[in-house]
């Protein structure tokens, strides 16, 4: 596969359906982007359209020689980053996920990640947009802001991390769920790799969610 990156900059990500349509204005625009896409015209991308429907800022796309894509995309003030080896895609069973948020506090900000492994179940190439409240996200960071911590805490740290689930395991699963399928989703449009759809992954037994590590440092 081509070493090609779409790398598109803006000052913010965008939160709401008329900022997603000045988004996809500026998609269609950059040069980078028209050099990545092989077709003629990008408005007749499928990616670049189903791009349009998602009400996402997607910041990098890139596909790497040893078949592998790395995207990076932001979901109001989140941002995501995930990467699909195609060569392990159906051996692997859990797809992991970074999400990051900078907090802005009284005398200086801090920025939380969340490592999150989510398990593959059902290839299921679902069109339709959700509203992306990320409620369950949202309260996960609250709960990570407020814990008394060092540098880190990683998955041997399982009591913790367990606990900043209590209550809210299921939304987040149904959010991850819905945001890994749009990710499939919009990667199957580029026309690079073709995943099988209705493929149903081995189940292993292992939770549906895990919390591999989450950190909070001040910048």
């Given at each position: 596969m081509l070493d090609k990156v779409i790398n598109i900059n803006a000052n913010k990500p965008y939160a709401d359906r008329k900022?997603?349509?000045?988004?996809?204005?500026?998609?269609?625009?950059?040069?980078?982007?028209r050099d990545f896409f092989p077709k003629d015209s990008?408005?007749?991308s499928s990616a670049a359209v189903f791009l349009s429907k998602l009400n996402w800022f997607v910041?990098?796309?890139?596909f790497t020689k040893d078949n592998k894509v790395h995207l990076v995309f932001f979901i109001s003030e989140?941002?995501?980053?995930?990467?699909?080896?195609f060569v392990s895609f159906y051996n692997n069973l859990r797809q992991e996920f970074k999400v990051i948020k900078k907090n802005s506090g009284d005398y200086r900000d801090s920025l939380l990640t969340a490592k999150l492994s989510l398990k593959k179940h059902e290839?299921?190439?679902?069109?339709?947009?959700?509203?992306?409240?990320?409620?369950?996200?949202?309260?996960l960071f609250s709960r990570i802001n407020n814990v008394n911590m060092g540098t880190d805490l990683q998955r041997t740290d399982s009591y913790v991390l367990n606990s900043l689930l209590d209550g809210?395991?299921?939304?987040l699963i149904y959010e991850m769920e819905q945001i890994q399928n749009a990710v499939y989703t919009?990667?199957?449009?580029?026309?690079?790799?073709?995943?099988?759809e209705n493929y149903v992954f081995e189940d292993d037994g292992s939770d549906k969610l895990i919390i591999e590590r989450i950190s909070k440092e001040y910048v």
């Open positions: 900022t997603a349509a000045r988004t996809y204005e500026k998609f269609i625009r950059d040069p980078h982007v990008i408005v007749f910041k990098e796309v890139k989140f941002e995501f980053q995930t990467t699909i080896d290839l299921n190439f679902d069109e339709s947009i959700d509203n992306y409240r990320l409620t369950g996200v949202k309260n809210i395991k299921e939304e919009f990667i199957q449009k580029f026309d690079k790799f073709k995943f099988h």
